[in-house]
């Protein structure tokens, strides 16, 4: 990112809230439940694409603010039934009260895979930042053995992650395998574009030969055109993987994925926390947030 990207980001708190928020659209279905069923019953009927939702607001605070994020959950799965959409859900643990005491939080979680697995459903526990990596694998390990409608996800630019992946392949674990956007140091991090890439798809690799199901989320046209001639290589059906995209990212690649006759899933998130998430889309895509500042600086262009 060269300065004026970085300055542009680092600006971005004085915006206006309204002018975040119309650009932001692009990435959230929205502040309400209703808004986001509206959003993925469009993707499923008009593009054809399957979604994952999940409820913005990991930064919780007390026990009632978690049961409440569970409560919250627990809902989309309702809703997600009773519309009989194509959608999964996907929670970070943080939000169900992982710093404030691990057991409490997994039993936040079990709870919502239960709920799930009522209306056939699935869950996909996102991965947070290197704080959160070892409790979130070992709760996941801690619930899988009862619970095979839940999924994790590995970052494939942590160091460790080929040490996780070769414990998960022991139990066929569902993942969800992303390169990772938060910033970690470089003796836990790959930092380079080039050697982050070459560790995905080696990682993707290990996968795919353990037959875990995968879900590729990337927009990385290198990682989707090394996953494709992967699948190709393997012989894969196309019920052994998906890939997977955000909201507002790259339209035009996943519907050639589509075109294809690939399976895709799109993060769609949604709630009143949407103004965190909303920044950390635009740090990972400066070129986005240098829309908001033109626009601010220009309303009438």
């Known amino acids: 990112m060269h300065l004026l990207n970085r300055l542009v980001v680092a600006s971005l708190p004085a915006v206006p809230r309204p002018v975040v928020r119309h650009f932001a659209s692009r990435y959230i279905a929205g502040d309400s439940l209703d808004q986001a069923l509206r959003c993925v019953r469009r993707l499923n009927a008009e593009e054809q694409v399957m979604a994952t939702m999940d409820v913005l607001g ?13 409560r919250d959950s627990e809902e989309v799965l309702h809703a997600i039934a009773r519309e009989n959409l194509d959608s999964n859900l996907s929670i970070k643990l943080t939000s169900l009260g992982l710093k404030l005491e691990q057991g409490f939080c997994r039993e936040n979680l079990r709870q919502i895979l239960r709920v799930a697995a009522g209306h056939g459903n699935f869950v996909r526990i996102d991965m947070e930042d290197s704080s959160c990596t070892s409790d979130t694998i070992e709760i996941f390990h801690s619930l899988q053995p009862d619970h095979a409608n839940c999924g994790i996800v590995l970052q494939a630019y942590l160091r460790r992650t080929e040490a996780d992946v070769r414990e998960l392949v022991k139990t066929r674990a ?3 395998l992303c390169k990772g956007i ?3 140091p470089e003796e836990i991090a790959f930092q380079g574009r080039a050697e982050v890439q070459q560790n995905f798809l080696m990682l993707l690799r290990m996968l795919f030969e353990h037959e875990c199901y995968v879900g590729i989320a990337t927009h990385d046209s290198v990682l989707v055109d090394g996953a494709s001639t992967m699948i190709r290589e393997l012989g894969l059906e196309r019920t052994a993987y998906e ?3 955000l909201l507002g990212v790259r339209p035009e690649l996943r519907r050639a994925l589509v075109r294809e006759g690939h399976r895709v899933r799109l993060y ?7 103004y965190a998430y ?3 889309r635009f740090k990972e895509n400066p070129e986005v947030a240098g829309y908001v500042v033109r626009a601010l600086l220009r309303p009438n262009v």
């Open 182 to 184: 938060y910033k970690e």
């Open 58 to 70: 990991e930064d919780i605070t007390s026990r009632q603010e978690a049961e409440s994020a569970r």
């Open 268 to 274: 769609v998130p949604f709630g009143e926390h949407w």
């Open 243 to 245: 890939f997977q995209m």
């Open 174 to 176: 569902n993942v969800r």
């Open 278 to 280: 909303s920044l950390r």
